[in-house]
């Protein structure tokens, strides 16, 4: 057991700040209210270009695909740079951590050939259509109907929640192809071009700000069966696979811990008095981004060493919501009436840690599989 | 990075753990007086005598292999002052052979360990002192888990050299820190059993999905705190140690309230052992008070506010 970086990493991380003081506009975070926006999704396409120019946008991916043999750790470091500055990949993020690998896993020949190297080079954004109407925390109960009719799926039915689907080329779509099965069992990936016809894409105005949602409503959709993602009817181990591929998702603890400390910085700048309550406030808040930061940091560790996906993750997870929220308290008691002045970092945390507990899987799904899988809790 | 055990790491604490199976447990607390107990001079020779007690070596910036075994001395209720031993000692230049308990320079009233030691640790803003009281220090009566003692007008001098005080507390929250993971871990391993054991409206109540949430979160907040403990250990930066400390304080308040709610009437029986465990955690916060409140030293580490 120790807790030392490797030079390596050191600079890893050095270079990289380097590269972002010079390349991220000063205070990018307070650009990022609109975050999924189709400004900022220009912007996050130039930026993942000059990140894939840098090998800095796929790094842990074979060399075969562009990657460069970064470490699971080099990665991390990545992560919350990225992260911490407001994560300019925006919609780039899930491309490159786990559609990507879904596909070089799952994928044909062909599949990798066509949809791998726009991916490396930052030129493409996918969605994600998993999520329906009435199949959310639940998602093993959706509905949207594929049904084979010569080399195609015809495909009905809705998507809700979607992220960047007014602005996405692809979509990774989670479809029902066997309606008799078990419902864990009848369920196919389909990689769906966005400007397939039958397709409609409707916005959904949000309050959270760190995306904007959009709804889909397929109608006889043809999607070819050459486009389906591993075999048919087993899309819920390929797409679990996926998710796992990250084991604890995005570094948000990073971001929080930014926010706080820009915060802070902001306050002692200004001359403002913080009052010991206050003072609370923001230790308790940096203590729970340290803590989610070496839970993290165990998980990473795992991957590292090759061993399975464990329950650490969902402990890290719950401790990057923990930090999330402690963080938009402290915030708020911090900049007092600032909170009422939209884009400042009190509002904006606000609406980010709302996002965090619900956002890639609910905060009480992760208590049930931590006290499930880390506790042994018995079922009922 | 490497959160497992080396080879070493793991003999080490295969070897206390085995001593501990003979010479530590709730059996032994109970032995010792259970929630108002002695002090176990018995154990503190036998770790001496194995040389798990000066484990780091002195002035060493890296103690994670003293704090593993304080974790788990901690975890299997010793009544010892060995935390102070194992991780604040090393930082100073003196040669004492029993207990110490350590105080602030401030603090009058009750302290662990105050009755049984040869030597008080008492820190200023600015140094550190070595007093070795030249009576015994009093008896206090608590039911807080530890021997505890009377501390007042203690005498003038002792001050060590050269010592930095900063660096002491920082060490010393590491050590409180470390101390409350291990007996937070033991109420959490206790509650963990009894509620997939204990069946009410025929079903184990550790099945029902409030409880589960409880635990799960509790589960979250020690495993935050064992690992910050464990880097401070390693890094020995007192910015971690302060979040460490917080960490630590903030999770036993949840654990103290959750696992004694979970547990029923059951819990407040002396006959069962999880109060041992509870009650000391008390102990452990207020003198993680005494150094200074947690978080706002984490804030003042981190921000200088």
């Known amino acids: ?380 | 990075m490497d959160f497992t055990l080396d080879s070493h790491q793991e003999a080490v604490l295969e070897a206390v753990r085995t001593l501990l199976s003979r010479h530590g447990g709730p059996a032994r607390l109970h032995d010792l007086g259970g929630d108002e107990p002695g002090y176990d001079h018995d154990l503190d020779k036998r770790l001496a005598e194995a040389g798990f007690l000066d484990i780091a070596e002195p002035r060493s910036a890296c103690r994670l292999d003293a704090a593993l075994v304080l974790e788990t001395l901690s975890g299997a209720l010793a009544s010892s002052a060995a935390g102070w031993r194992l991780l604040v000692l090393p930082t100073l230049d003196v040669d004492v052979e029993g207990p110490v308990a350590l105080v602030a320079e401030s603090h009058s009233g009750p302290a662990r360990f105050a009755a049984d030691a040869d030597a008080l640790v008492v820190i200023g803003d600015d140094r550190v002192r070595l007093v070795r009281p030249d009576r015994r220090i009093p008896r206090v009566r608590s039911r807080l888990g530890w021997p505890v003692g009377e501390v007042s007008g203690l005498p003038e001098g002792g001050v060590i050299d050269e010592a930095p005080a900063a660096e002491v507390r920082a060490w010393a929250r590491v050590a409180l820190a470390t101390e409350m993971v291990g007996a937070m871990q033991f109420a959490l391993d206790i509650t963990v059993r009894h509620v997939s054991d204990r069946r009410q409206f025929d079903r184990a109540i550790g099945s029902f999905q409030a409880v589960q949430h409880g635990l799960a979160e509790c589960s979250v907040a020690v495993e935050g705190a064992r690992w910050l403990a464990l880097e401070a250990a390693f890094t020995g930066a007192a910015s971690t140690a302060a979040a460490a400390l917080t960490q630590a304080s903030e999770a036993s308040k949840l654990i103290f309230r959750r696992t004694h709610q979970y547990h029923g009437a059951m819990g407040f029986t002396r006959e069962y052992d999880l109060h041992l465990s509870t009650l000391r955690l008390l102990a452990l916060r207020s003198e993680a008070e005494s150094l200074g409140r947690p978080a706002a030293a984490c804030a003042h580490e981190h921000w200088g506010i």
């Open chain 1, 1 to 380: 057991m120790e807790f030392d970086w490797t030079e390596e990493d050191l600079s890893y991380r050095s270079e990289l700040r380097d590269f972002l003081a010079e390349e991220l506009p000063g205070r990018w975070e307070g650009a990022t209210a609109v975050l999924g926006s189709a400004d900022n999704a220009e912007y996050s396409r130039r930026f993942a270009g000059l990140l894939a120019e840098k090998g800095w946008l796929t790094p842990h991916w074979p060399t075969e695909w562009g990657g460069t043999g970064a470490t699971p750790w080099m990665l991390a470091v990545l992560g919350e740079e990225l992260w911490s500055r407001g994560e300019p990949r925006g919609p780039q993020y899930m491309n490159v951590n786990w559609i990507g690998p879904s596909i070089m896993a799952h994928g044909t020949p062909e599949q990798c050939q066509r949809y791998l190297p726009p991916i490396a080079a930052g030129d493409v954004i996918w969605c994600q259509g998993f999520s329906e109407p009435e199949a959310g925390t639940d998602l093993a109960s959706l509905r949207t109907r594929a049904v084979l009719d010569g080399d195609d799926y015809v495909v009905n039915g809705s998507k809700i929640w979607t992220s960047y689907g007014d602005i996405a080329d692809h979509c990774y779509l989670l479809v029902r192809t066997d309606a008799q099965a078990e419902r864990h069992l009848g369920i196919s990936v389909l990689l769906m071009a966005m400007d397939s016809p039958g397709l409609v894409v409707r916005p959904i105005p949000g309050m959270v700000g760190e995306h904007s949602f959009t709804e889909l409503f397929l109608t006889d959709v043809r999607i070819p069966v050459a486009n389906r993602l591993g075999p048919e009817n087993e899309g819920w181990s390929v797409v679990r696979e996926a998710l796992s591929f990250e084991r604890v998702g995005a570094p948000r603890w990073a971001r929080a811990a930014h926010v706080l400390d820009e915060t802070v910085r902001d306050a002692m700048e200004q001359g403002r008095s913080i009052d010991p309550v206050t003072v609370e406030a923001v230790g308790v808040a940096k203590t729970a981004c340290e803590a989610a930061r070496m839970l993290c940091y165990r998980v990473i560790d795992e991957r590292a060493r090759d061993l399975p996906p464990s329950p650490h993750a969902n402990v890290a997870r719950v401790a990057m919501v923990q930090a999330e929220r402690l963080v938009a308290d402290a915030c708020a008691a911090l900049q007092g009436n600032e909170i009422m002045r939209y884009g400042s970092d009190s509002d904006l945390q606000m609406r980010k840690s709302l996002a965090a507990g619900v956002a890639a899987g609910t905060y009480e799904v992760q208590l049930n599989l931590v006290s499930r899988r880390h506790l042994r809790l018995p079922k009922n």
